[in-house]
C-alpha cells in the first residue's frame, strides 16, 4: 500500500475590527513557517506554535507506526497575534504563494487545515473562506480535507462547503488543542478509507460577550458544549459549538452549530436543531460580571493591607491582546498607583519604546517611565510615573502552566518596572498575559504578591488555576479595544437585530428550512 501523502497548511488571525491593520510584519513576528519548517516545529520537545498542529502530527505517527508511515507535505503555515483586518496585498499574496507550494506538492491524498477561523481582510469578511476554496479547488473534488478551528471563529456557507469536516475547540481557554489536532487525524484517517461525512449548520442571532465564554462548570457555554459532546455516538462524529468572535464584526457572526454525522444528514441536522434549540433558551445567561475600578482598587488596597485576607486576581478583559488590544491601556495600573496600591504586580503592558528606555538605563536607575509615548491608538492614553528599573531581560521563557504549557514563550525585549510597589513587566512583543510565567519568569514571585493584575480575557483562567480560586478572581470595567460591554461599539455589519445587543430579538427552529 502507498504511503499517504498529506498536506499540512493553515491561516490564523483573529481580527478585531476596531483595531489597526496587520500584515506581514505581524506574522513574521509571531509565527511563519514554509515547508519542513511546519514539521521541525510540531515535534519539537517545546514548540512555538499551534499545539493543534502538534496533536495531528503526533497522532498521524501513531496511527501509521511512526513518522515514515505516512508522508507529511507541509506547505506554509502563518499567524499572527490578534490584530486588526489583514492587508489586502499580503494576504493576497500569501493565498497565491500558498497555491503554488500547494500545486507543485500534487498529488496529495488528504490536507489538513491548521486555521483560527475569525480573521477579516480589508478587502473581505471571509478571508478565511478564501484559504478554504482556495486548497478544495487546488486539490479537487474528490481529496478529503480536515480543518481544525477556535472556538471563537465565524463559519462562512463558503467554508463548510469547501472542507469536509470543521472541527472547532471545546475548551475555553484553549487548553484542548492538541487533542483536536489529534481528533482531525483519526477523522482524516476514516476518510482516507472512503468516508464523506455529512454536516448541518445552525447559526443563532446571538453573539456572546466575550467574558461569558467559559467552559468551566457553571457557564452557560460549558453546558451547551457538554450538552453537544454526549450526542457523540458511532452515528454522530463531530459537534461543534462555535461562539464566533463578535469584535471582528461581520455578516457570519452569531453563535453556531456544526453538527457532523458519517452516513445520515438528517440525524446531523436534528441534533443541530436540538442544540441550538437549547443554547437560545439559554440566552440570558450570557451576562458579563465585572466590577468597577474603584470596586477593584478598594479590594486591593485591602488585601495589601491585611494579610490575613486571600490574594486576589484582577483581570483586564478590555485590553486583551488576545482579542486584538493593545495591550496598553493604563487605566488600572494608573488608579492603583494613585491611590497607593502596594505589593501588586502587572503582566503584560506592551511598550516597546518604555523597554528601550528603561533597558537604556539599566537595573536599578530610576527613570521617569513614560507609559504610550510612542502610542497613537486613543484608548492607550499616557501615563508618567517615577519607576525603578528591577529587571532587564531577553523575553524567552519555557511556560509550565495554561495554554503556555511546555511551549517556548517569547515577550521580546522586556523589563520590570516598580512603580510605586507596582511590579509591571513591560514587553515588546504584543501578546496576552497567559499563565504565571508570565510573572515568575521576570523574577516577580507571585506568592509575595498580595495582588495580581493580568491583561487577558479569560484564557489566564488556566495559567492561574494553581494560584487562585475562581472566587479570588475579579475582572475589571474599564474601556478597551475588547470590551464585554458590547452597546459601546459601532458596529456596521453585524446582523442585526441580535441579543444581547437587541433585547427583542426572536429566533425560533421553525425558522430552519
Not at 507506526?65 to 503555515?77: E, S
Not at 447559526?203 to 454526549?230: C, F, H, M, N
Request: glycine content about 8%; charged content about 20%; overall charge negative.
Amino acid at each position: 500500500m502507498a504511503v499517504k501523502r498529506i498536506a499540512v497548511l493553515g491561516f490564523s488571525l483573529e481580527s478585531n475590527r476596531f483595531s489597526p491593520d496587520c500584515g506581514e510584519a505581524d506574522f513574521r513576528e509571531r509565527s511563519f513557517l514554509v515547508g519542513d519548517e511546519i514539521s521541525l516545529d510540531a515535534r519539537a520537545e517545546a514548540p512555538v506554535h499551534d499545539t493543534s498542529m502538534c496533536g495531528f502530527y503526533a497522532e498521524m505517527d501513531r496511527l501509521h507506526g511512526g513518522p515514515d508511515g505516512w508522508q507529511a507535505v507541509p506547505i506554509r503555515f502563518i499567524a499572527s497575534m490578534p490584530a486588526g483586518p489583514v492587508e489586502e496585498a499580503f494576504f493576497n499574496q500569501f493565498i497565491a504563494d500558498t497555491r503554488a507550494d500547494l500545486t507543485a506538492a500534487l498529488p496529495v491524498d488528504g490536507v489538513y487545515i491548521c486555521e483560527h477561523g475569525g480573521a477579516i481582510a480589508t478587502h473581505t469578511h471571509d478571508p478565511d473562506g478564501v484559504v478554504f476554496e482556495m486548497v478544495r479547488q487546488t486539490v479537487g473534488p474528490d481529496v478529503p480535507i480536515v480543518a481544525t478551528l477556535d472556538l471563537h471563529c465565524n463559519i462562512s456557507d463558503e467554508m463548510q462547503a469547501a472542507v469536509n469536516l470543521m472541527i472547532g475547540y471545546r475548551s475555553n481557554p484553549h487548553i484542548d488543542q492538541f487533542e483536536r489536532g489529534q481528533e482531525a487525524a483519526n477523522a482524516l484517517q476514516e476518510m482516507l478509507a472512503g468516508l464523506r461525512p455529512y454536516s448541518y449548520r445552525v447559526r443563532l442571532p446571538l453573539v456572546a460577550p466575550s467574558t461569558t465564554q467559559l467552559t468551566a462548570d457553571g457557564y452557560p457555554y460549558g453546558d451547551l458544549i457538554k450538552r453537544g459532546q454526549e450526542k457523540i455516538d458511532d452515528e454522530i462524529m463531530n459537534v461543534s459549538a462555535v461562539t464566533g468572535f463578535a469584535f471582528a464584526d461581520t455578516p457570519k457572526n452569531g453563535l453556531t452549530i456544526i453538527v457532523t454525522a458519517r452516513t445520515d444528514p438528517a440525524a446531523a441536522k436534528q441534533v443541530a436543531i436540538d442544540l441550538a434549540t437549547a443554547a437560545w433558551a439559554d440566552r440570558e445567561r450570557y451576562v458579563p460580571a465585572l466590577i468597577s475600578l474603584d470596586d477593584a482598587v478598594n479590594k486591593a488596597l485591602a488585601v495589601a493591607a491585611d494579610a490575613a485576607l486571600p490574594a486576589l486576581l484582577f483581570a483586564d478583559p478590555a485590553d486583551n491582546p488576545g482579542g486584538g488590544g493593545r495591550g496598553n491601556t493604563a487605566y488600572i495600573l494608573e488608579a492603583f498607583h494613585r491611590a497607593g496600591v502596594t505589593n501588586c504586580a502587572l503582566t503584560p503592558f506592551f511598550d516597546a519604546a518604555l523597554v528601550a528606555q528603561a533597558t537604556a538605563a539599566g537595573e536599578g536607575a530610576v527613570i521617569q517611565a513614560e507609559f504610550n509615548r510612542a502610542e497613537t491608538q486613543p484608548l492607550s492614553l499616557p501615563y508618567s510615573a517615577p519607576a525603578t528599573v528591577i529587571r532587564v531581560s531577553d523575553g524567552a521563557f519555557i511556560g509550565g502552566f495554561g495554554m503556555a504549557a511546555g511551549k517556548t514563550m517569547n515577550t521580546g525585549p522586556t523589563v520590570v518596572l516598580d512603580v510605586g510597589g507596582i511590579l509591571v513587566v513591560v514587553i515588546s512583543r504584543r501578546q496576552q498575559g497567559l499563565s504565571s510565567d508570565y510573572f515568575t519568569a521576570f523574577g516577580i514571585d507571585t506568592a509575595a504578591m498580595r495582588s495580581l493584575v493580568v491583561k487577558s480575557r479569560g484564557h489566564f483562567r488556566a495559567g492561574f488555576k494553581h494560584l487562585f480560586d475562581p472566587e479570588h478572581i475579579h475582572e475589571i470595567d474599564v474601556p478597551g479595544l475588547t470590551s464585554p460591554i458590547l452597546s459601546r461599539f459601532d458596529w456596521q455589519y453585524l446582523p442585526r437585530p441580535v441579543y444581547p445587543l437587541d433585547q427583542n430579538t426572536q429566533w425560533s427552529p421553525t425558522a430552519i428550512d
